[in-house]
């Protein structure tokens, strides 16, 4: 069966509908080339645009990754939500961008709606402290058990290296 070749004005179509759909929380939209776009969205608004793609593409979107960004200057984190639709002639790279405050890093899950963030959301908690309340198992996973409760490595305060004193 032949698949039908990319039309950019499909990836358009897409994104013009998300906006419409839920434009009181978009912030900022921004093209990245014709199969990539990021979508500032409104804090705490991260699951209505998740569960709009997967209700939107049941069988033809996923979850690429959960990333975090610190930009300690500002006293925030920039959560990107990284999901890919690939349905006919639709390519779309969508990554939401949220920010939430350094010193209260709370979120909701979206474990619920796409289960397969589990792992991501761990790994976000583990390294940045991004709590996902109602994630069903917010534990360690890459750290030993071993490492300090609230110290979160890829902090950008966090200062995990130490120099040895040298032995003569």
Do not use: C
């Not at 792992?119 to 390294?127: D, K």
């Not at 996973?141 to 290296?161: A, H, Q, S």
């Amino acid at each position: 069966m032949a698949q039908k070749s990319l039309n950019i004005a499909d990836n358009k179509k897409v994104v013009e509908e998300l906006v419409s759909t839920l434009k009181d929380k978009v912030l900022d939209v921004k093209w990245s080339g014709p199969r990539r776009v990021y979508v500032k969205i409104a804090p705490h608004s991260h699951r209505e645009f998740i569960k709009w793609v997967r209700d939107k593409f049941p069988n033809s979107s996923y979850l690429v990754s959960i990333d975090t960004v610190d930009f300690i200057d500002r006293g925030e984190f920039e959560i990107r939500y990284k999901m890919q639709i690939v349905h006919n002639s639709i390519k779309l790279a969508l990554i939401f961008e949220m920010n939430v405050p350094r010193d209260y890093p709370k979120v909701r899950t979206i474990t619920d709606i796409v289960p397969g963030a589990v792992l991501y959301e761990r790994e976000n908690y583990e390294m940045f402290g991004i709590i996902f309340e109602g994630h069903p198992n917010l534990a360690k996973f890459f750290l030993p058990e071993t490492w300090p409760e609230g110290v979160y490595p890829l902090r950008k305060d966090v200062n995990i290296l130490r120099k040895k004193p040298k032995v003569w």
